[in-house]
């Protein structure tokens, strides 16, 4: 049985400031970096061998500081970075709320069917999350740490238990939210343990 612990990023300035990121590189808030070092304790004694970031700065300085909790070096992935949002990426939600709430509700309904201007192409996007799992599956160690971003990680669940794209924003996961995907390396079968958890964070809120 392979454990895959999936980890969205710590709060970032764009997170604290409502902003929509994608691609945008912004940098952990010091309240995202505490939240990486809670997230590395509560992970201690899961016996994580191995730990994979988007190359992301929020995702990668979170990875970072678990690791360093954890005494592992971070492996970089442009794989598992965000999706990129196309013309709303620097857009405050206020803003989208304001004139595009239709589009956006639509959106995090089914984003296969009713995509961004300009967004990531969903079947490239949904590609090079299949590509990382794939990858994953030839890995020998049995406990590895993804840090990613809301939709990579949320990608990630989606394709390896078969759930459709459209799903995608249904899966929410709040900074440093953790989600456990157990693998049964003998039929590749996936089994979701827990999806968000965040008390290891109860005390920032």
């Known amino acids: 049985m392979k454990k895959i612990f999936l980890c969205r990023h710590g709060q970032s300035e764009y997170n604290a400031k409502r902003i929509i990121q994608g691609h945008i590189d912004t940098d952990l808030t010091p309240k995202g970096f505490v939240q990486a070092r809670l997230t590395g304790e509560r992970l ?6 191995r730990i994979f970031s988007s190359d992301l700065r929020r995702a990668y300085k979170t990875a970072l500081v678990i690791g360093d909790v954890l005494g592992i070096d971070v492996e970089v992935d442009k794989r598992i970075r965000e999706m990129h949002f196309g013309e709303w990426e ?26 961004l ?16 799992w794939e990858f994953l599956l030839d890995i020998k160690q049995k406990n590895i740490l ?60």
């Open 90 to 115: 620097g857009r405050a939600y206020e803003h989208i709320f304001t004139y595009n709430l239709d589009h956006w509700q639509n959106w995090l309904k089914n984003p296969v069917a009713c995509p």
């Open 44 to 49: 201690r004694n899961e016996n994580i061998e």
């Open 146 to 205: 993804i840090v990613g971003h809301g939709g990579s990680i949320q990608g990630l669940i989606c394709y390896s238990t078969g759930l459709g794209f459209e799903h995608l924003w249904g899966l929410i996961h709040s900074n440093t939210g953790l989600t456990l995907l157990e693998l049964d390396e003998s039929n590749l079968t996936v089994q979701i343990r827990y999806i968000n958890e965040d008390f290891h964070v109860d005390m920032l809120r």
């Open 117 to 132: 201007p300009s967004q990531e192409d969903i079947e490239e996007f949904k590609n090079r999350i299949a590509s990382f």
